[in-house]
């Protein structure tokens, strides 16, 4: 089983829609979770971190963390064609290895 | 403060050369991490090391090495290179062990 898996792209929403992104880790103990934005040829750029259980909204994003079901969502409300990129959800497993999804690639159609 | 930076952009190289690739860490990170990003998929562990120390490897063959020195900048030596390590690899800094990670622009390997 992957350690963290995404729910399969490619994602297309219209202009100031809401873009919804899954994420699910496998079963061992985690306190770090990520979400980081990579456009097209560049690097990842980190955009959410949550270490709770719970809503942790930063402008357009929100980040979901559910332990118990070992899930972690991103939305992103009022998406912009700037968000166009792939989304990568990332955890910790031990403390050193942060490992990534394959991650999810979103379009945002004008 | 300054950021994590990787050189060079660009390599590359014919199959059976070697590679070494450099990184210096953002202000104040004592941890470095390499990945391997092949194309559509996620970046893939390699190693970190926290105070020049390997503290960490991920399921890459030998001829994958590292070294990270005092003033925390850090070099990835790639042996023996094969078509399959053709990539873009990353370099990301923290300031802890468990820490968000920070990356650099990256240098895209191209293998001949």
């Known amino acids: 089983q992957k350690e963290v898996e995404q729910n399969s792209g490619p994602l297309s929403v219209p202009e100031g829609a809401i873009a919804s992104l899954n994420c699910t880790y496998s079963d061992r103990v985690s306190q770090s979770f990520f979400w980081y934005r990579q456009y097209s040829g560049k690097s990842p750029e980190l955009i959410m971190s949550?270490?709770?259980?719970g809503d942790k909204e930063d402008g357009r994003f929100t980040a979901q963390l559910n332990k118990a079901s070992q899930y972690v969502s991103l939305l992103i409300r009022d998406s912009q064609p700037s968000d166009s990129a792939t989304y990568l959800c990332a955890a910790y497993f031990n403390d050193y290895k942060l490992s990534f999804g394959a991650g999810t690639t979103v379009t945002v159609r004008a | 403060e300054t950021g994590v930076t990787q050189s060079p952009t660009h390599l590359i190289k014919t199959r059976g050369q070697q590679v070494t690739l450099r990184c210096s860490s953002q202000?104040?990170?004592?941890?470095v991490s390499w990945y391997q990003q092949a194309l559509g998929q996620g970046p893939q562990f390699i190693f970190q090391?926290?105070?020049?120390?390997?503290?960490g490897r991920g399921n890459f063959p030998p001829r994958f090495s590292g070294l990270q020195f005092p003033n925390y900048s850090s070099e990835l030596n790639v042996n023996a290179l094969e078509l399959d390590d053709s990539a873009l690899y990353l370099c990301a800094s923290s300031a802890d062990r468990d820490s968000p990670l920070h990356f650099g622009n990256g240098t895209r390997l191209t293998v001949t």
């Open positions: 090391y926290y105070r020049e120390e390997e503290n």
């Open positions: 949550i270490y709770s259980n």
């Open positions: 202000s104040g990170h004592n941890t």
